[in-house]
């Protein structure tokens, strides 16, 4: 299945987030701490590329105050990525999921990097 994972640059240091599979789309709208999260996916692929990266977990924040968590991980070939954000006394809900082969997640990571780099200069 299909991953894109694309970043739009924003003033103030604040960015959008779209996560897109084949069948689902969701967006992030003012996410901060944009290149933190560009750097750490790029490390997991990198460690999965050496079949070192099970399991990692990373907060993203918008603007606005806003929470989720992107659960990244890795099984005999398969990566799977949950978005999940808290609600308030029901329990999390998933925003997005994605399942796919480690050469579809590369290949989503690596071009996230290149264009976030691409942004920057």
């Known amino acids: ?4 994972l694309i970043i739009y640059k924003k003033s103030g240091g604040k960015a959008n987030i779209i996560f897109k599979s084949t069948d689902t789309e969701f967006r992030i709208d003012g996410m901060l701490n944009r290149l933190r999260l560009v750097a750490e996916l790029e490390q997991l692929r990198l460690a999965i590329n050496a079949n070192g990266g ?3 977990w990373f907060e993203l924040e918008d603007s606005k ?3 989720w968590m992107l659960e990244c991980r890795c099984l005999n070939g398969i990566v799977g990525l949950d978005l999940w954000r808290q ?3 029901e329990g999390a809900f998933t925003d997005f999921s994605w399942n796919g082969s480690t050469r579809e997640f590369d290949k989503a990571i690596r071009y996230l990097t290149t264009s976030c780099e691409e942004a920057e200069h």
């Open 1 to 4: 299945m299909k991953l894109q």
């Open 65 to 67: 105050g806003m929470f």
């Open 54 to 56: 099970k399991a990692s």
């Open 87 to 89: 609600g308030d006394d």
